[in-house]
């Protein structure tokens, strides 16, 4: 097997678990709107974006679930 197919099947087994979120969804997920996402994102309080393309960015859809389960549990006195 060479280095090429190695990275290959990296890149799929990857595209098979990381799951990119667009803005609408995150907002949808998480409850906040579209100029507190950007907020918490500047200040460091939320995860940052993925740049996809020249003009698309997105989240990943495991860093918003952590996030989330932060959250909570700061919420609920358990951080």
Do not use: H
């Not at 097997?1 to 990857?14: E, I, K, Y």
């Not at 098979?16 to 500047?42: D, H, K, N």
């Not at 939320?46 to 740049?51: A, D, E, N, W, Y």
């Amino acid at each position: 097997m060479t280095d090429s197919s190695v990275s290959v099947s990296n890149a799929r087994v990857l595209d098979a678990l990381i799951q990119f979120l667009r803005l609408p969804a995150v907002c949808a997920r998480t409850g906040l709107s579209r100029s507190q996402v950007y907020r918490l994102e500047a200040e460091g309080k939320f995860p940052g974006r993925v740049k996809l393309g020249l003009s698309t960015s997105a989240w990943i859809e495991s860093e918003i679930q952590a996030w989330a389960a932060a959250r909570i549990a700061a919420s609920r006195g358990d951080a």
